[in-house]
């Protein structure tokens, strides 16, 4: 079993930067594929960044050159970096992982307004 911690959520105003955390309990070496999601209020679940344990990332299209997805394997722990924040980055981002089977964290609200 899986435990996954995220951290870093807040209410920021448009242009500013947050960092995500997302803290895992066993070794991210073991994980194929970490990731971040995010939902906001009345859509479904999107994918926002993944990476793949050979390291071949993607980000959505939404969050390109502005979202940077990045691991510490020392710490157990995968990061978002989200620069230049826009309104509709406000949602509830939920940290998975995959190896043989999926893992989510709680989620942690980011909300981006004036």
């Known amino acids: 079993q899986v435990q996954l911690a995220e951290s870093g959520g807040d209410l920021v105003q448009p242009g500013g930067s947050l960092k995500l955390s997302c803290a895992a309990s066993t070794s991210i070496f073991s994980f194929w594929v970490m990731a971040w999601y995010r939902q906001a209020p009345g859509e479904q679940r999107e994918l926002v960044a993944r990476?793949?344990?050979?390291?071949?990332?993607y980000y959505g299209d939404s969050v390109k050159g502005r979202f940077t997805l990045s691991r510490d394997n020392a710490k157990n722990t995968i990061y978002l970096q989200m620069n230049n924040l826009k309104p509709e980055d406000t949602a509830v981002y939920y940290c998975?992982?995959?190896?043989?089977?999926?893992?989510w964290g709680q989620g942690t609200q980011v909300t981006v307004s004036a």
């Open positions: 990476i793949t344990s050979g390291g071949i990332t």
């Open positions: 998975y992982v995959f190896n043989s089977r999926a893992y």
